[in-house]
Each structure stands twice: as C-alpha cells, then as structure tokens.
C-alpha cells in the first residue's frame, strides 16, 4: 500500500521541485514558449495517443465524461454560493475553485497510482475541464467568453479523431503511432516541471483567507467527487481518479486569468499557492482510500 502511494506521489513531487528549484535560482525557463508547445501539441498528441491505446469501452468513457461535466457544474454552483455567503468576488475566486489542477498534478497521479487506465480516465476528464476552463472560466473572469479562441483549440480536434480511432478500431500506421506517443510523451515531465517553476514565480501571502479558500478546494472537491461518483455508480480506478482529479489545488492558469483581466491575481497566487502546498499532505492521505 505504501510503497504504491510513495511511487505514485515522489515521482511528481520531484518533478515539481527540479521545476521549482531551476527557476527559484534564477535559471533560464521560458514559459511563453514552453506553454502552447504544451498545450498546442504535447497535449494534442498525449489525448490522441491515450484513445488509440486505451482499453476502455466507450460506454464507461461516457459514463466518466458525463459524471466529469456533472462534477464541474456540481462545485461551480456550490461554489458560487459559497462565495456570495462570504462576500468574495466571483470573478477573482470562482474559476479559482472551480477547476483544480488536473492537467499538471492530475494526469501524472492517476497514471503512476492507476496506470494507463487510470490515466484514460484522467484525459476524459482533463479535457472536459480544459474546455471548461477556456470558455466559462476565461467568460467569469473576462465577462465573456472567446469562441473563436476556443474553436482553435487543438485539443478539441485530439479528443474527437482520438474517440473516432478508439471506437471504430481504425488502424494506424506504426510510424504515426510511434511519432505521436513519442510526443505526447514529452507533455506530462513538462508539465510536472512548468508547475514547479510557476508556483517559483508566484508571489503569494498566506493569509486566512487563502487557508480557508485552500481547504475548501480541497475538501469540498473530494466530497462533491465522492457524490458524484456514487450517483453515477462508478467503481474501481474510474471512481478514484474522478475523485482524486476533483480533490486537486486550483490550476495554474487561473492565476493566467486573473492577471489578465486584473481580477486581483495576487489574491488568486495565494490560494493557488496555499492549496498546492496543503495538497503535499492531502494527496498520500487520500490516495491511500482510493487505492485501499
């Protein structure tokens, strides 16, 4: 039991901390050039890859994307709700707690705790989030959303042609096979290290407020993620890692946000900051119910 949660959580967090210490020390890391190779073409050829070699039948895939959504809207509303009764702004604190980190913490947890299976399931929801996020996170945080810029979305076009292969059992070329695992397998060490050196980056405090805002990412995530995936009936790795995915720290990119629309990004730095700290504890606690 041990010895699984350690190989599922060192990995990241050393990772992470190369990522962190590179940049803390003042180290050359280009993050605007490191971000769309990322998210352009990492990430593209990692969903893709993860489709074409995933086992899991599309209804269970189904199943995972509707329970996601459900799961997205579920902690949006009691979000929202929570904020209106503590008198927070929205559009600084709402994206911030409505989408966790699964792309850069979420994806390398489910695959070394879970495997590739887990990790086919961490994509499911990964994408869903990802298109959540650039449409009616950036809408909450801008006051409306760009549908252009969310159409250009490589990621889109990765999930649909990766479902179609996955479905209909299209065969590839082993050469095209090969080139796109080969690329997609840059994404995740990538974003273990982008992690590091943005949180490197952000000036955070750590005030009551991001504490509690922390905890409440947090805890609350695990608890919706555990309703949901009890609604929805859901078992073995597809229940942990809809549950783990939900129970992670805001994701970085809602600190992008804030910064880009001045919606007091140092209060959202504090909470992304705070939260990812408290999730060095929470992550092994929790793993070790969702593995047991």
């Not at 039948?57 to 995972?64: G, L, M």
């Not at 082993?174 to 997609?184: A, C, D, E, K, R």
């Not at 407020?209 to 009890?230: C, E, F, H, N, P």
Request: charged share 5%.
């Amino acid at each position: 039991m041990y010895e699984l949660i350690l190989a599922a959580v060192i990995p990241v967090l050393a990772t992470a901390g190369l990522g962190f210490l590179w940049a803390k020390y003042g180290r050359a890391w280009d993050s605007a050039s490191l971000t769309p190779l990322v998210v352009d073409i990492g990430t593209p050829c990692l969903i893709f890859a993860t489709f074409t070699k995933s086992s899991i039948s599309p209804a269970s895939f189904a199943t995972i994307a509707v329970a996601s959504i459900t799961a997205l809207i579920a902690f949006s509303i009691v979000g929202a709700l929570f904020l209106l009764c503590a008198r927070l702004p929205l559009r600084t604190f709402l994206p911030a707690l409505s989408f966790p980190n699964n792309g850069n913490l979420g994806l390398p947890l489910a695959l070394y705790a879970f495997g590739q299976e887990g990790l086919g399931y961490a994509i499911v929801f990964y994408s869903i989030c990802m298109v959540a996020q650039f449409t009616a996170g950036q809408a909450i945080a801008a006051g409306g959303a760009n549908w252009r810029g969310f159409l250009r979305m490589p990621l889109l076009y990765a999930v649909a042609l990766g479902m179609i292969v996955s479905v209909f059992q299209v065969p590839l070329p082993h050469w095209f096979s090969n080139t796109i695992v080969l690329i997609g397998g840059m994404t995740i060490p990538l974003m273990l290290l982008m992690l590091g050196a943005s949180l490197a980056r952000l000036h955070a405090g750590t005030g009551t407020r991001a504490v509690l805002l922390s905890a409440w990412r947090i805890g609350a995530g695990a608890a919706i993620g555990v309703a949901i995936a009890t609604a929805f009936g859901l078992e073995g790795s597809a229940r942990a890692v809809l549950i783990l995915q939900y129970a992670m720290p805001p994701a970085v990119y809602n600190y992008l946000f804030a910064q880009r629309w001045n919606n007091q990004p140092e209060e959202v730095a504090s909470v992304i900051v705070v939260a990812t700290v408290v999730s060095i504890l929470t992550v092994p606690i929790l793993l070790y119910f969702l593995i047991s």
